[in-house]
């Protein structure tokens, strides 16, 4: 998986993150690991792509999208709305995680 996003990959966010219905806030190459039911113990998920953080325009809501990249070109494969008591922390200057109902996700 390449650390920068090419032209062709910044494509394939905007077709499934649109721009009509969508800002874009941020993009960066992921993997998304899973901590559960331990929450001390990281397990990769077999997900990667470009993770943006987009303003959802149509319901004023934000949102954390994982967008396939690669050649299968899935679209978005996972996502999570940011709610207000929402927070992150960030183990790691290239790892941040969260605590989403019963897991953690970073």
Do not use: C
């Amino acid at each position: 998986m390449p650390s920068i996003l090419s032209d062709d990959d910044k494509d394939t966010v905007k077709r499934f993150v649109p721009k009509q219905s969508n800002k874009i806030q941020a993009v960066a190459v992921a993997k998304l690991y899973v901590a559960y039911p331990n929450r001390s113990k990281w397990t990769y998920t077999g997900l990667q792509g470009a993770i943006v953080l987009s303003n959802d325009l149509v319901g004023n809501t934000y949102w954390i999208k994982l967008v396939d990249i690669s050649p299968s070109n899935r679209g978005v494969i996972w996502d999570q709305e940011i709610f207000d008591t929402w927070t992150y922390h960030q183990d790691r200057t290239f790892f941040i995680h969260s605590n989403w109902k019963n897991a953690s996700l970073g």
